[in-house]
């Protein structure tokens, strides 16, 4: 079994800065591909970033890309997302998913969740 626990989010101005913590326990984490989903209200859960077991490989939405990056550390068992210039329709709950082996931008290839973190951005 493997758990995660999102941290880090909270109400930022447009424009400002947001770093996300998701921390794994249970099972070997390196083993791990991780990937950080958002859901607004009233949309689709969608995929934000992913990056491959070894931290080697990553992966962005093109909306994302330029603004967030996306990165782990397997000593921590931690993966991060790091979002700059943010938009008030980046506003959503993030989650982070664990799955293997591959890294993937579809939500199906993941095999666990965490509860999520809310993000809100102010215009």
């Known amino acids: 079994q493997v758990q995660l626990v999102e941290s880090g989010g909270g109400l930022v101005q447009a424009g400002g800065s947001l770093r996300l913590s998701c921390a794994v326990s249970?099972?070997?984490?390196?083993?791990?591909?991780m990937g950080w989903f958002r859901q607004a209200p009233g949309k689709e859960r969608e995929f934000v970033a992913a990056?491959?077991?070894?931290?080697?490989?990553?992966y962005y939405a093109d909306s994302m890309k330029g603004r967030f990056t996306i990165s782990r550390d397997n000593a921590k068992n931690t993966v991060y997302l790091q979002m700059a210039s943010l938009k008030p329709e980046d506003t959503a709950v993030y989650y982070c998913?664990?799955?293997?082996?591959?890294?993937?931008?579809?939500?199906?290839?993941?095999?666990?969740w965490g509860q999520g973190t809310q993000v809100t951005v102010s215009s």
């Open positions: 998913a664990a799955g293997w082996p591959n890294y993937s931008s579809r939500s199906n290839d993941y095999d666990y």
């Open positions: 249970g099972r070997t984490f390196s083993r791990y591909a």
């Open positions: 990056i491959s077991w070894s931290g080697g490989s990553t």
